[in-house]
């Protein structure tokens, strides 16, 4: 259990704590900005989220400058990922902000990469984060906390860029997905003569 490993494990036991101030039903406090108001919950979790959010870059940094790069970082890391962004999207689908068909198709794609994931892993092989990946990730991390911030400081000119940069977070997901699979079609069988 290297110091990687540590901060990967850290991102997950930080998704219960951002989703219990995103879903509390007990207000902390409201902030009023200009008539668009946000609770101090959203606050604290928005905050909460981008600190574990950037441990994501943290702990492959270290890991390569380290020269600690393990099979179970690799995995652990993708699906600490996964765990974080789909808790947050069903819970912001709770709270009315992200439609349920946008969270569904990224969960569903993360559920699929993760099965290829596994499946190379029976086979000895580790399927390591690919750039498109990672933009991915990049993405859905602005989209997310541009939506728990209720699209501020947007919606004081009435752009919905939370809205737009989800549907690009949608896209680019949906296409890394893709991309995923036909780079790792011989882990399933296809493509092998």
């Known amino acids: 259990m290297n110091l990687a490993n540590r901060i990967t494990i850290a991102r997950i036991f930080l998704v219960p704590v951002v989703m219990f101030f995103l879903l509390v039903h007990y207000n902390f406090g409201r902030v009023s900005l200009a008539g668009h108001v946000l609770t101090v919950n959203e606050i604290v979790a928005a905050l909460i989220f981008i600190v574990a959010a950037s441990t994501d870059g943290l702990d492959g940094y ?41 969270a569904i198709v990224i969960i569903s794609r993360e559920f699929a990469v993760t099965g290829l994931r596994l499946v190379a892993a029976a086979e000895g092989t580790v399927i390591a984060a690919s750039r498109m990946g990672k933009l991915k990730t990049v993405t859905q991390i602005v989209a997310v906390v541009a939506l728990m911030m209720n699209n501020l400081p947007f919606a004081y000119v009435g752009i919905p860029v939370a809205a737009w940069i989800m549907y690009l977070a949608v896209l680019i997901t949906v296409i890394s997905g893709i991309d995923y699979f036909v780079k790792n079609r011989h882990v399933i069988g296809f493509g092998k003569t």
């Open 62 to 102: 270290i890991a390569r400058k380290r020269r600690i790069v393990t099979n179970f970082g690799k995995f652990l890391d993708p699906l600490a990922d996964k765990l974080l962004i789909s808790a947050v999207l069903i819970s912001l689908v709770e709270m009315h902000r992200v439609e349920a068909w946008e």
